[in-house]
């Protein structure tokens, strides 16, 4: 984890053979919301793409690397203090060169905040 105690697993739920539901709580306390921004937090979307990454390799049990990021539509902003709790529908698959592609759809409550799709290269 990168941004230690940026966030925590609150629950993580296979679906399918490739489809995962993550629930993780954002810590509105984190150093990061002092400067994005002062008195009005929001998540800063390269900390979205982090996160995606890091679940990623948990459930792929490897180091990744982005390769390349396509159709990334941030569409709510998440406000750590109103909506900690935030919803990661993952699709996770291997492709026959080793690649991992990912398709995310990041929610709170039922508002969709985020949504990407993303190649890793296995490091």
Known sequence: MILQDFYKIL?????????YTITILVNEKHEVFKGHF????????VCMIQIIKELTESITKSSLMIQSLANVKFMALINPEV???LR????????????VKVKNTTYF????????????KKI
Do not use: F, H, Q
């Open 11 to 19: 629950s993580e739920e296979k679906v399918s053979d490739s489809k």
């Open 38 to 45: 002062p008195g009005n937090p929001i998540m800063p979307g």
């Open 83 to 85: 909506t900690p709790e």
């Open 88 to 99: 990661l529908e993952l699709d996770v698959t291997t492709t026959e060169d080793d690649l």
């Open 109 to 120: 409550n039922d508002t969709t905040a985020l949504k990407l799709s993303t190649v890793y």
